[in-house]
């Protein structure tokens, strides 16, 4: 044995490491090539980049990059007074703004000590299935423009219109309602606003008859997603996701049913879906019956709305006590929270934000291994991330 | 019978031989983008949008009829960009071999008992021989890109429309069977002049016997045209319009125009092998009036098949490129096969 030194070792080590890393890079060099898939891809639906490392239409190894969208809500939290956060957070998962609000002002109130008069809790459950509706709605349109069927997706935009128009007319914003506050709404309902909305109910079980006809039902739409993107049970909760995405894979876990939010849930009778294989064909499946679901859930709930307040007593400006709290409900697309720590500010301290998106998508690299070119897309759109639920 | 002797007997003038040529020119020059121009108003624009739910061009001439000569107008104008790795003569001449394979096919496609360009006895050979033409111009343009979606849109192009080019002369095989020849003149005349079992009230267009081949090559014209579900070679949400992707300006206009073009022509092919082209089953077939109207039977003909062709267009997703070559191989021509034998049986025993 001829005795190496400290140095020498290291020395040959990195020459052995370098001389590896070069075989490897030949290999893949010589084998594949790399497809840039984004930031400006129509299949991204906003700014995701995927760099791909193809083998033919084959995919070796695909990698998420995310960031191009990133615009320090978390930050920008820290200097707004909590009334004025909710005008952000509208805008993280822009299809579903409402939604958004919710945790957060769960958070606050939670910190406050406060609870939202029975109505205020109500209505606001009443809107938050409103834009988990409005939000899946643009979904099953948009898998299917993404698998090449061009028709759906209008008829999801046109339909999705009845329930803007709802949200517009209880909040004043289609997009953006900025209605919830500390302790309750902003507003109540107006007058016959309980009809209308049950009548676009109505409008929506019969979309979600025709697209579970059209789309569902289509052989090529079934060839193209069904085995497509397997996410198993374990693997998905390893990789923290949560939503439809999850209850596909068999997991029975909604944090509506789940959760300890003070919503209105409990109250009415309702099913959380779940689904055995999940593939693709099975988050969609999902999804069109939690838009179904939703739809019996606002019923119920407009029938059994309690009179009252809707707001609670809370002081005009608004100081947080110190402490910490996190609020956690079911988003459109999957668990959303905020973590709020308050030093008895006007503004918090820190908000840290749990998108479902961002958990969501950390799964692609795992997921994308050994797809076809296609199947990127399909498995992407079936995923159904909104950039700004990654990016914040 | 040449257009020749139709102009001269309408015009009662002895045509020379390079005014007709001339005038055939013209005509297929003339045809070719109206054909697109007509179709993609009537369905891209009009039928989709109305499948859609919306109202689509409303604005550009009565009822939005001038929104494509718009739209080509603003194609012209636009800067003629070429990629800073392309093959430039390459990238250059890619769409004009698309669009020169659909201006063949037309060359062939009779419309009256004289009015057609050129009559050939292997018509029918000659029209799906050309019309394969497109597939060199899609590679060309695939390649001399030098973009890796490009390339990936013309690999794609070329495995599918080599693919598919087997079901469709199989599935005209059958009409060539039933007909005896061809020559698309005489496929014409014999659906005209056939006889269901002796009657002859509606003479005997193919579809009622070859409805598997007409079915067949329906599908294999869908593929032919990129067109959904097979439009994998263009396919937006996956490599962004695939050969297209670096062609601006009027280069693109002509992709368009041959997509379209080719649409057209595949439909007026199967206008003619299937539904009786531009005759009726009544009247002197030879009469010199079939020259005027037979046109206009074709030109409803052709839409009532695009009107199928775009149907589906609009209605499906995208089939994969593996399920594609799938359907092809085991489904399409094992079916096209099985229907070649099975015309070739009755039409000994009948």
């Known amino acids: 044995m001829t005795s190496v030194s400290a140095d020498q070792r290291q020395q040959l080590a990195y020459v052995a490491t370098q001389a590896a890393d070069a075989r490897l890079n030949v290999e893949i060099e010589t084998e594949g090539m790399t497809l840039n898939i984004?930031?400006?891809?129509?299949?991204?639906?906003?700014?995701?980049?995927?760099?791909?490392?193809?083998?033919?239409?084959?995919?070796?190894?695909?990698?998420?990059?995310?960031?191009?969208?990133?615009?320090?809500?978390?930050?920008?939290?820290?200097?707004?007074?909590?009334?004025?956060?909710?005008?952000?957070?509208?805008?993280?998962?822009?299809?579903?703004?409402f939604a958004n609000e919710v945790p957060f002002i769960l958070a606050a109130e939670k910190l406050m000590e406060v609870e939202a008069p029975p109505r205020a809790q109500w209505i606001r459950t009443v809107l938050f299935e409103l834009s988990r509706i409005a939000n899946i709605t643009l979904f099953l349109g948009d898998m299917a423009v993404q698998l090449g069927a061009l028709t759906p997706v209008f008829m999801a935009f046109r339909d999705r219109e009845f329930v803007l128009n709802q949200i517009e007319a209880a909040t004043g914003g289609r997009f953006h309602p900025n209605f919830d506050r500390i302790g309750g709404l902003k507003d109540d309902l107006p007058q016959g606003w309980i009809d209308d909305t049950k009548q676009t109910m109505e409008k929506m079980r019969d979309f979600c008859d025709e697209f579970e006809e059209l789309v569902l039902g289509n052989e090529i739409f079934q060839a193209r997603s069904r085995g497509i993107g397997i996410v198993p049970a374990e693997?998905?909760?390893?990789?923290?996701?949560?939503?439809?995405?999850?209850?596909?894979?068999?997991?029975?876990?909604?944090?509506?049913?789940?959760?300890?939010?003070?919503?209105?849930?409990?109250?009415?009778?309702?099913?959380?879906?779940?689904?055995?294989?999940?593939?693709?064909?099975?988050?969609?499946?999902?999804?069109?019956?939690e838009t179904r679901e939703a739809t019996h859930i606002v019923d119920q709930l407009l029938d059994g709305l309690p009179s009252g307040p809707i707001m609670a007593k809370v002081p005009r400006i608004i100081k947080v006590p110190a402490g910490e709290a996190y609020a956690a409900t079911e988003n459109p697309l999957g668990e959303m929270g905020y973590y709020v720590v308050?030093?008895?500010?006007?503004?918090?301290?820190?908000?840290?934000?749990?998108?479902?998106?961002?958990?969501?998508?950390?799964?692609?690299?795992?997921?994308?291994?050994?797809?076809?070119?296609?199947?990127?897309?399909?498995?992407?759109a079936s995923l159904y991330f909104i950039l700004g639920d990654i990016d914040r | 019978?040449?257009?020749?002797?139709?102009?001269?007997?309408?015009?009662?003038?002895?045509?020379?031989?390079?005014?007709?040529?001339?005038?055939?020119?013209?005509?297929?020059?003339?045809?070719?983008?109206?054909?697109?121009?007509?179709?993609g108003y009537v369905f891209l624009l009009k039928m989709m949008s109305f499948m859609q739910s919306r109202l689509g061009p409303m604005e550009a001439g009565p009822y939005g009829t001038l929104q494509l000569l718009a739209d080509g107008l603003k194609f012209i104008q636009k800067e003629d960009i070429f990629p800073a790795k392309a093959d430039r003569t390459v990238f250059a001449l890619a769409p004009l071999v698309v669009l020169v394979s659909t201006f063949l096919i037309y060359v062939v496609i009779p419309t009256g008992p004289d009015a057609v360009v050129a009559q050939l006895d292997v018509g029918i050979f000659y029209a799906l021989a050309v019309s394969s033409l497109s597939v060199v111009g899609i590679l060309m343009a695939g390649w001399a890109s030098a973009n890796k979606y490009a390339l990936m849109g013309g690999l794609r192009a070329a495995g599918q429309l080599i693919a598919y080019e087997l079901p469709l002369v199989l599935a005209v095989m059958g009409v060539v069977i039933q007909a005896g020849t061809l020559d698309l003149q005489k496929i014409v005349t014999a659906q005209a002049e056939g006889e269901i079992f002796g009657w002859g009230g509606i003479g005997n267009p193919f579809i009622l016997t070859q409805f598997v081949g007409f079915f067949i090559f329906l599908v294999a014209v869908q593929a032919e045209t990129t067109q959904p579900p097979f439009d994998m070679p263009v396919a937006e949400s996956e490599i962004v319009g695939g050969y297209q992707v670096e062609y601006t300006g009027f280069r693109f206009l002509f992709f368009f125009m041959g997509e379209f073009g080719t649409a057209f022509a595949f439909a007026a092919l199967a206008a003619v092998l299937f539904l009786g082209?531009?005759?009726?089953?009544?009247?002197?077939?030879?009469?010199?009036?079939?020259?005027?109207?037979?046109?206009?039977?074709?030109?409803?003909?052709?839409?009532?098949?695009?009107?199928?062709?775009?149907?589906?267009?609009?209605?499906?997703?995208r089939l994969?490129?593996?399920q594609l070559q799938r359907l092809a191989w085991k489904f399409l021509i094992p079916l096209s096969l099985v229907n070649i034998v099975v015309t070739g049986i009755f039409k000994v025993v009948l």
């Open chain 1, 235 to 289: 693997v998905g909760l390893a990789y923290g996701l949560s939503g439809a995405n999850i209850r596909a894979s068999g997991v029975d876990w909604d944090l509506r049913r789940d959760g300890h939010e003070a919503l209105a849930y409990d109250q009415v009778d309702w099913k959380v879906w779940t689904h055995p294989d999940g593939d693709s064909f099975a988050r969609y499946w999902v999804r069109l019956q």
């Open chain 2, 1 to 39: 019978m040449t257009a020749a002797t139709v102009m001269s007997g309408l015009l009662a003038v002895e045509v020379p031989y390079w005014a007709s040529a001339i005038i055939k020119v013209g005509v297929i020059a003339l045809v070719v983008p109206t054909a697109a121009l007509v179709l």
């Open chain 2, 320 to 322: 994969r490129e593996d």
């Open chain 2, 277 to 317: 082209g531009w005759a009726l089953p009544w009247g002197d077939l030879t009469h010199w009036g079939f020259n005027i109207a037979g046109p206009v039977i074709m030109l409803v003909k052709v839409l009532a098949v695009a009107a199928l062709i775009f149907w589906f267009r609009f209605t499906y997703p």
């Open chain 1, 38 to 97: 984004g930031p400006q891809h129509p299949a991204t639906h906003g700014t995701l980049r995927l760099v791909a490392r193809l083998d033919g239409e084959q995919v070796v190894e695909a990698e998420p990059i995310m960031g191009y969208m990133h615009r320090g809500y978390e930050k920008l939290a820290e200097v707004r007074t909590y009334p004025q956060v909710t005008t952000l957070i509208n805008r993280i998962d822009w299809l579903g703004s």
């Open chain 1, 342 to 380: 308050s030093k008895g500010d006007l503004v918090p301290f820190r908000v840290k934000i749990r998108s479902a998106s961002f958990s969501n998508i950390s799964i692609t690299p795992w997921l994308l291994k050994g797809v076809y070119v296609p199947d990127i897309i399909t498995i992407l």
